[in-house]
């Protein structure tokens, strides 16, 4: 069994601030995969990254970064120089293939102007 | 060019009536899914087909039953609609299960339900 804990649950900021968003998983799985999403206001489901456990190397694409430890179980997101169409619903998940994905609950993040 | 395609988008209807919805997918991906979303946000996954066959029912109530014509669709439909079963119903899918590569899986636009 997989479990995805997104322990904030809403994040408000002002535009141009840094923002980390916590990832923490479990599973039982020697070979796993983590992913995040994002659903903006207007509902639709959208993949940012995925990262399968073999493959410790963070990630950066532009004002996105994903730092990924296993030694803590954490797949943290961040974005630097946040803007307001960064607001959004941010879901963490873990599986993948047959067994569908197992999501957090997420995090609703809120970029004032 | 839509990837994942549900039809309708919104779906108002009365308790006890029955109803279905659409998915469609274009990316020629062997696996398909379909997602429930409450009101608070928390998804959940409720089904799973590789190649027209289920693999995964969540504790799903028997009133939902999938179908899967060819790999391409996988429709839902529900009877006996209750109050709880309002929320939104998303479909995906993804390709590379066999492999066990776990591709993202591509979602449709989702289909709110609301039952009166």
């Known amino acids: 069994a997989q479990k995805v804990t997104q322990a904030q649950t809403e994040i408000s900021v002002v535009e141009k601030e840094d923002v980390t968003l916590d990832c923490v998983y479990e599973?039982?799985?020697?070979?796993?995969?983590l992913f995040w999403y994002k659903q903006p206001p207007s509902g639709e489901l959208v993949f940012l990254i995925r990262?399968?456990?073999?493959?410790?190397q963070n990630e950066i694409s532009g004002r996105y970064s994903w730092n990924f430890q296993k030694s803590t179980s954490s797949f943290n997101f961040t974005i630097t120089a946040s803007q307001v169409v960064d607001s959004a619903v941010y879901f963490c998940?873990?599986?993948?293939?047959?067994?569908?994905?197992?999501f957090g609950k997420g995090t609703h993040l809120i970029i004032q102007p | 060019d839509t990837a994942v395609s549900q039809t309708p988008k919104y779906l108002v209807t009365q308790m006890g009536n029955d109803k279905s919805i659409k998915c469609e997918q274009n990316?020629?991906?062997?696996?398909m899914y379909w997602y429930k979303q409450d009101s608070k946000k928390f998804l959940k996954i409720m089904f799973s087909?590789?190649?027209?066959?289920?693999?995964i029912n969540e504790t799903v109530p028997n009133r939902f039953s999938p179908k899967s014509p060819d790999k391409a669709h996988l429709n839902l439909h529900i009877n006996s609609l209750e109050l709880g079963d309002s929320a939104v119903y998303f479909c995906?899918?993804?390709?590379?299960?066999?492999?066990?590569?776990?591709?993202?899986?591509?979602f449709g636009d989702g289909t709110r339900l609301s039952i009166l």
């Open positions: 998940a873990s599986g993948g293939g047959a067994d569908g994905l197992t």
């Open positions: 599973t039982r799985d020697t070979t796993y995969y």
């Open positions: 990262r399968n456990s073999f493959d410790e």
């Open positions: 990316l020629g991906h062997d696996t």
């Open positions: 087909y590789n190649n027209k066959e289920l693999i």
């Open positions: 995906a899918s993804s390709q590379g299960v066999s492999g066990g590569y776990n591709q993202p899986q591509h």
